[in-house]
């Protein structure tokens, strides 16, 4: 999901920059914030809060130069005595391996910056999802066609109007990567943009559904199905995600920088519980 924030971010500067062009808006100078909250996992590097700021469409865009350095950033559990601060491990990138994100509770985002008003936002993580039945990882292999019923992702939620984000990434290289279901004679993509770059269809498929429109395995949700949104054999990454409002709102709301839950900023706020997998599907 990294990919997409920063896909995101890229957008959102191209929306609000201009070039010298007198007859286009000026550009407007906006910090950007990137957080992601995830149940039982540490606000540690890999989880960081990113703190930019956009650019002009016509300058060529520097992570490090964009990058907001010297910010407070500070992180408030509900019913917690005081907040606790992210340190900045990197330009723009703050963190706290020492906070581990729970379940069901309220956290509250604030981030100082001389000169501004300061940037707030909330959000209220998910239940934790019990995993039942899940994918075979790495280095076991599963046959496409068996994935429905030899290897469906099962698990336990307790609220049926969860909103649940499924994940499918192509790890494979686009030389290497071969259509599941070919496109005429084509049994594999042309070229990286054919293969959808970085971040995009069909190499990276994503969509969001409620629990209780899943299958239902007992008391239990059963989703068969995310081998269909596989495009090619080979390495795929799986993710199974309980978001939270402000992580839908972004993903799928227009405009979604200006819906990502922020106060002062553009970006997003948002937590989640995820599962992931690395699987290797054969034909």
Known sequence: MRAIATLALLSAVCLIGCGTDSTQ?????????????YVDETVGDSNA???TRT????????????AVVGAMVLLRKEGAAAPD????????????????????????????????????ATTRTPNRITMLREPRVLPGVMHHASIPDSFPIVFSCPD???IFLGDIYCLESWQEARYIHRFGNEDG?????????????PRHIFGWFRAKDLDREGADYRLGWYGDMMAFYGTNAVG??????????????DHPELHGGLTGAIGVFGSACRKQYRVKVVQ
Request: no cysteine; hydrophobic share 40%; aromatic share 12%.
């Open 240 to 253: 199974l995600l309980a978001i939270d409002d402000n992580y839908y709102n972004y993903l799928y709301r």
């Open 189 to 201: 993509p042309k070229d990286y943009k054919d293969y959808g770059g970085d971040d995009d269809p």
């Open 25 to 37: 808006p000026a550009a407007k100078d906006e910090v950007a914030v990137f957080g992601y909250l």
């Open 160 to 162: 049926p109007q969860q």
């Open 49 to 51: 809060v990113y703190v």
């Open 85 to 120: 601060t992210l340190g900045m491990i990197a330009p723009g990138r703050y963190a706290n391996p020492a906070v581990v994100i729970a379940p069901l509770t309220t956290y509250n985002l604030t981030i100082q910056i001389a000169g501004r008003p300061p940037i707030t």
């Open 55 to 66: 650019r002009p469409i016509d300058v060529v865009f520097d992570p490090v130069e964009a």
